[in-house]
């Protein structure tokens, strides 16, 4: 009972929170100063999940070019800043990291 106590509540909690700051016709809205802040927490987010991935790949930190993972993580960077083209980033590096 708990747990599905829980559940209901969170997601009440979630609803709420992006009803609020999806709708158009709910009356707030966020100043330039919060909208910049929240303009860096997808990177924050995504840089904290790729880092452990790509830098320890086996609970040891690992930046010579036999980590498989750091090597396509430098191709897909220089892909994606040279191409702009994400569809051929994302194809490149995972038939590369196959290949490795």
Not at 37 to 50: D, N, Q
Not at 62 to 86: E, F, G, H, Q, R
Request: aromatic residues 10%; hydrophobic residues 60%; positive net charge.
């Amino acid at each position: 009972m708990m747990i599905w106590l829980t559940i209901i509540l969170m997601t009440i909690i979630v609803f709420a929170s992006r009803h609020v700051l999806l709708e158009p016709k709910v009356p707030i809205r966020l100043s330039q100063k919060t909208l910049t802040f929240l303009s860096y927490s997808a990177p924050a987010v995504l840089t904290a999940i790729f880092a452990p991935i790509v830098f320890v790949p086996n609970n040891q930190l690992d930046l010579s070019l036999s980590n498989p993972y750091l090597v396509c993580a430098i191709v897909a960077t220089l892909l994606a800043w040279l191409t702009k083209n994400i569809l051929l980033t994302i194809v490149i590096s995972m038939g590369l990291f196959f290949l490795l």
